[in-house]
Each structure stands twice: as C-alpha cells, then as structure tokens.
C-alpha cells in the first residue's frame, strides 16, 4: 500500500511537469526599414555679364568707374537653383538714391525681366531705395526647380535726370541685389502661395 502511493505522487509529478514544459507561444518580431533622402535649397547669385576687372585695383571694376547719365552697364544678377528641391525665389534690389532732395532720385534705372512681379515699389529712404521683386505674378509664385534660373534683369542705365548737383550721389555708390529661396513644397500657408503669403511664411524681412 504505502508503495503504491509512492508511485502515485511519481506520475503526479511527472504530468506536472509535462505540462509546465508544454506551454509556449508562436511568436515573431519583424521591422519594416524606409529610405528617405532629405532634399535641400540652396540657390546661387552670379552676374555672368558684369565685368569685374580692376586693372588699377582700387576695389572699383573699370566698368564700373565714371559712370555717366545716360550710360548702360551690363549687369545681369541671376539665381540659381543648385539645391534638390523646388524653391520660390526673391530678389531684394538696394539701390542709391539722393539724400533730401525734393523730388528723390534714383541713381539707377532697370527694366525687369519677364517672369518678375514688383511686390513693393520702395522710396527714397536715408539715400537707399529698396524694392523686393518675387518671381511670379501677384496672385501666385513660380516655383524654379533644380538646375534651372531666372535672371532679374539684364543691365542699369545711370539716371538720365541726374545732374551731378544732387545730394547723396558723390563718390563710391553701391548696387546691392540679394536673393532668397524658399522650398516651393510643404509650405503652411492656408490663403494661397502668394508672393505676400509666402515671403511672410518664409520668415524674410525687408
């Protein structure tokens, strides 16, 4: 009798066993990996016309020096998309204008090219007038993709009006032009991709 029992808690214990081993679950662990390349902007500024020799290295080019009214220098500032994406492009142009004088001139006169759209038409403020130009129309920008340009214009006249008598005109005057860029995709701008809506989104000040 008692070897009886004995062998009773034996097989007891063996099921018990058996079925602590015998719990196990399916399992499986996968990953799913994508490859995104992360584009860029990235615009270049560059006059391929304008002459910047400076034979007597005095920092002023000779094409540049004893300017008259009335004469056409080539002067061709146009921007270049070297990025990867998309962009919206701007163009700031400071230009010298008389200091006082009643009415202000400019020192320079320019005809845009076709693509531009004039978003403020600057005054004369402290001898510097600037104007932002967009490229586009009022109602909507142009996006210019990767490898492509626009050049903004293609050469100054010095102002016929000027008669050398004007303040703020003497000496060593600087044409300045700055572009801007902007990803023309993905933009959070809930009125539309206008000039005004875009250049406010982008953050640039005047």
Partial sequence: MKKERTITAAVVLLLIL??????????????????FTIGDVDITLTEPNWDDTDADSDGVPESAEGRTPGQTIPKDPTITNVGTNDAYIFAKVEAPCTIGENPDKELFTYTTNNGWYLMNDGSCSN?????????????????????????????????TAITG?????????????????????????????????????SGFSW
Avoid: R
């Fill in 18 to 35: 058996v079925i602590g081993g015998a719990i196990a679950y399916f399992t499986d662990t996968e990953n799913v990996t994508n490859v």
């Fill in 165 to 201: 008598d004007e303040s703020g005109l003497t000496g060593n005057k600087n044409l300045v032009v700055t572009g801007y860029a902007v990803q023309a995709d993905g933009l959070n701008i809930q009125n539309g991709d206008t000039p005004a809506n875009v250049w406010s989104a």
């Fill in 127 to 159: 001898g510097t007038v600037t104007d932002i130009y967009a490229y586009g129309t009022s109602s909507a920008m142009t996006a210019v993709s990767s490898g492509n340009d626009a050049t903004l214009f293609n050469n100054v006249t010095v102002n």
